[in-house]
């Protein structure tokens, strides 16, 4: 389903405080211990998450969080260049995961998204972290999560959306976890 012109449905949404890197560090592995188990329980065993912000916010960083915490030991690279680098993580609960991490920073317009042939990335039960998503205009599909980062500072305010069941279930019990440290 691609994103019409009238705002997606938001199921919850929660802000955490990023006092610093460590802190983005101490989120993104929170946010990624829920991940394999809610793409398993959906029905399309996939999830798209939408990294928002400007430049220096800190999206790279909070993936960079996201695959250490998933198992990825090599070389993190920011896709700002090749728009997407691929990653497969072994033994995530078992199975491997594959993940895509896009940068569409540089697309001017909107169907450049769709001339780079993406499309076939998000229908193969995958984890896609796409930084500036909105370049991509209304093409993309609606996110599980969106994460919008604000600097404040030299820490970030991190407002989540979650806009599907899978999503919810990340946010909640990242909140969840959140809250008991």
Same mark, same amino acid.
């Given at each position: ?9 938001? +199921? !919850?949404?929660?802000?955490?405080? +990023? ?21 398993? #329980? ?10 928002? &912000?400007?430049? /220096?916010? &800190? ?11 998933? &198992? ?11 728009? !997407?680098?691929?990653?497969? !993580? ?8 594959? !993940?895509?991490?896009? *940068? +569409? ?9 769709? *001339?780079? /042939?993406?499309? =076939?990335y998000f229908d193969i039960g995958a984890l896609c972290l796409i930084e500036w998503p909105q370049r991509a205009g209304s093409l993309l599909n609606m996110p599980d999560l969106k994460l919008n980062l604000v600097v404040q500072g030299e820490g970030r305010n991190l407002t989540a959306g979650?806009?599907?069941?899978? /999503?919810?279930?990340?946010?909640? *019990? #990242?909140?969840?976890?959140? =809250?008991?440290?």
């Open positions: 389903m691609l994103l019409s012109k009238c705002l997606p449905h938001l +199921l !919850i949404e929660r802000t955490f405080e +990023l006092q610093n890197e460590r802190a983005a560090y101490k989120f993104g592995a929170t946010l990624a211990k829920s991940i394999p188990k809610a793409m398993r #329980a959906s029905l399309r065993h996939s999830m798209q998450v939408h990294l928002v &912000g400007n430049l /220096g916010a &800190g999206k790279t960083t909070l993936v960079r969080a996201l695959l250490r915490a998933l &198992g990825y030991k090599q070389r993190v690279r920011s896709p700002t260049y090749t728009l !997407i680098e691929p990653y497969t !993580i072994e033994n995530v609960d078992g199975k491997p995961l594959s !993940i895509y991490h896009f *940068d +569409l920073y540089r697309f001017a317009d909107p169907r450049e998204w769709d *001339d780079a /042939g993406f499309r =076939e979650a806009y599907s069941a899978t /999503g919810k279930k990340c946010l909640l *019990d #990242a909140h969840q976890t959140a =809250e008991l440290s």
